[in-house]
């Protein structure tokens, strides 16, 4: 089967601009995930969706991060404005259903100037 | 909160050499544990997990752990170990989301390199 596909691999941006990411689930995964991975540490949960609706984005910064999974399969990940400290990895995964072990993307290297 | 701790950020091993990688974790009723691994520039690829049953579990690749609940220890071996097993490690564990969702909660990673 085909794995999680991401866009782009990498980004490069100056601060205050904006991103997004784009993420396709594997097929038949109801649940998507968003992670950060900056440098040195483990993903961070950003946000997760069952279908398309929100289960959990509790660690999402709101003020400039936003998610979307409008028809409940591909979701796209938005920074508005940047900040320095977005600087990180964004990794997509996909799990069957809630709770059942996840498949992650290559993911999209973020680099803010 | 639930969390992860991978007490060794860099390990090198000689290849052919055993090889332990440790992960602590903190979450108060039985755990759900993972192993993951992640090479350069790609994502996370899933080791093997424990949910319930037999403590000691076996994963792809040649890898295993073993979950030990007196220790919330779920630490993870390799008898020989392979020039292509240089990598970076997440040990994680399923916990407590928003709303009474679960969700994965990594530890920091250990970091292997494998010298010839």
């Known amino acids: 089967e085909a794995g999680v596909a991401q866009s782009p691999r990498y980004k490069i941006i100056e601060k205050r601009q904006s991103v997004a990411f784009w993420c396709n689930p594997i097929?038949?995964?109801?649940?998507l995930y968003w992670y950060q991975q900056i440098l040195g540490q483990g993903p961070k949960l950003l946000i997760q969706?069952?279908?398309?609706?929100?289960?959990?984005d509790s660690q999402l910064p709101k003020d400039r991060f936003s998610a979307e999974r409008l028809k409940g399969v591909d979701s796209t990940l938005k920074i508005q404005p940047a900040k320095l400290e977005d600087s990180a990895v964004y990794l997509c995964?996909?799990?069957?259903?809630?709770?059942?072990?996840?498949?992650f993307g290559d993911g999209t290297r973020l680099s803010i100037l | 909160a639930q969390s992860v701790t991978q007490p060794d950020i860099h390990i090198t091993v000689s290849e052919g050499a055993s090889l332990e990688l440790r992960c602590n974790y903190s979450?108060?009723?039985?755990?759900?544990l993972f192993w993951y691994v992640q090479s350069p520039g790609q994502g996370l690829q899933l080791l093997l997990k424990?949910?319930?049953?037999?403590?000691l579990v076996q994963g792809i690749k040649g890898f295993e752990a073993e979950f030990k609940r007196s220790q919330s220890s779920f630490n993870l071996r390799k008898p020989s170990v392979h020039w292509s097993d240089a990598a970076e490690y997440f040990c994680?564990?399923?916990?407590?989301?928003?709303?009474?969702?679960?969700?994965?909660?990594f530890g920091k990673g250990t970091k292997l390199t494998v010298n010839p």
């Open positions: 995964a996909s799990s069957l259903m809630l709770n059942q072990p996840q498949h």
């Open positions: 097929s038949g995964h109801a649940t």
């Open positions: 969706f069952q279908n398309n609706g929100v289960v959990d």
């Open positions: 979450y108060g009723a039985t755990p759900y």
């Open positions: 424990y949910f319930s049953g037999d403590t």
């Open positions: 994680a564990v399923v916990g407590m989301g928003q709303g009474g969702s679960e969700k994965l909660v």
